[in-house]
C-alpha cells in the first residue's frame, strides 16, 4: 500500500491512515496511536482501554495448569486475563508466577475464587535491549556454575537457581514482544521464538546441574569440571557469533559441539556417579546446536 506525503506549515509532513484499517479498528479523532521507528520502517500499534486482548479461564482444580495459563497468555500477548479456580492455595501460585517469570502484570480484582490479571506498564523496552540482558545473565550464570563448582562456593551456586527466574522473565518478555508488537523482520519472528526458548532451556539445565550439587552435596570430579569450562566456551563462542558473525568461529563451534557430544555419550557408559550431570550437559550441549542453527537461519534475508 502506497501513500502520499502532504506537507502541512513549514516542517510537519502527514498521511492519511487506510479507511479499512480505521474503520476495522475503530479508530476516531482524537485516539493516540503508539509510532515505533525501526530502521526505515514505521509500525503504528493501538493501546487503548478499548483494544485490550483478554480472556477468561476456568483453572477448576488443576493449579499447575492454572500457573501456565498465565505465563502463555502473557507470551502470547494478552492484556487481562480472569482465572477461575476452586484451590485457594492457587492464590499463592499465581503471585509466585507473577513475581518469578513475568513483567508488568498484577492482580488488580480478587474474589474467593476468581482474580483478574491486567498488564499496567505496557510494552515498552525494545526487544534487542532486553535480549541483550538475557546474554549477560546467561554468560554470569555460566561462569559462576564453574566457579561455584570448582571452587565449592554454594552461594554461587543459589545464585545460578535465583539468575534463572530472572531469565525466564525476560525471555517471557521478548517473546511477548514478538506476538504483540511483531520485530522489523517479521520472517525471523519463528526463528527468534525458538530461539528463546533454547536459551532458556539452556539456562534451566545450569540451574538444575546447580541444585543437583546443592542438594546431594556433590563434590565434582575434575573432568566434569572441564567439561563444563569447555561447554562454557561454546556458550559464550554462540553468543559472539550472534552478535557478530563470522564464517570462521562459526564452522569451529560447530565441530566443538559436534566433539563435545561425543565425549560426553562416552562418559556416560562409565561414569555412573556423575550420569545426571552428564546428562544435563548433553542437553546444554543439544541446546547450543539448536541456538546455532538459529544463527544460520537469522543471517538470511
Known amino acids: 500500500m502506497i501513500r502520499k506525503i502532504v506537507k502541512h506549515g513549514l516542517t510537519t509532513l502527514t498521511i492519511s491512515l487506510p479507511s479499512k484499517w480505521v474503520k476495522k479498528n475503530n479508530i476516531n479523532s482524537g485516539d493516540e496511536l503508539d509510532v515505533i521507528e525501526k530502521n526505515k520502517s514505521l509500525m503504528l500499534n493501538i493501546f487503548t482501554q478499548k483494544n485490550l486482548k483478554k480472556d477468561e479461564v476456568d483453572t477448576k482444580s488443576y493449579n499447575k495448569i492454572g500457573k501456565r495459563q498465565i505465563s502463555t497468555h502473557y507470551r502470547k500477548g494478552y492484556d487481562e486475563i480472569t482465572l477461575h479456580f476452586n484451590d485457594p492455595a492457587f492464590l499463592v501460585d499465581a503471585e509466585e508466577i507473577l513475581s518469578d517469570e513475568i513483567v508488568g502484570f498484577e492482580i488488580v480484582k480478587q474474589s474467593p475464587k476468581t482474580i483478574v490479571i491486567r498488564d499496567i506498564v505496557g510494552t515498552k523496552d525494545d526487544f534487542s535491549i532486553v535480549l541483550r ?148 550437559l548433553c542437553m546444554i550441549n543439544n541446546y547450543i546446536k539448536h541456538l546455532w542453527s538459529c544463527i544460520i537461519e537469522l543471517r538470511i534475508d
Open 133 to 280: 540482558r538475557v546474554t549477560f545473565l546467561i554468560l554470569n550464570m555460566i561462569e559462576d556454575t564453574y566457579s561455584g563448582i570448582s571452587n565449592k562456593e554454594v552461594s554461587k551456586l543459589k545464585g545460578v537457581i535465583v539468575s534463572d527466574k530472572r531469565v525466564n522473565k525476560f525471555t517471557n518478555f521478548c517473546i511477548r514482544t514478538l506476538n504483540k508488537v511483531g520485530h522489523e523482520k517479521s520472517s525471523n519472528i519463528p526463528t527468534y521464538y525458538h530461539l528463546l526458548r533454547d536459551i532458556e532451556q539452556l539456562a534451566d539445565s545450569y540451574k538444575e546441574i546447580c541444585r543437583h550439587i546443592i542438594d546431594n552435596d556433590i563434590k565434582s570430579s575434575k573432568i566434569i569440571q572441564n567439561h563444563i569450562k569447555d561447554i562454557n566456551k561454546s556458550v559464550r563462542m554462540f553468543f559472539d557469533l550472534f552478535f557478530k558473525m563470522n564464517d570462521k568461529d562459526l564452522n569451529e563451534l560447530y565441530n566443538a559441539i559436534n566433539k563435545k557430544n561425543n565425549e560426553l555419550i562416552k562418559l556416560i557408559k562409565t561414569q555412573k556417579d556423575d550420569a545426571l550431570i552428564l546428562h544435563y
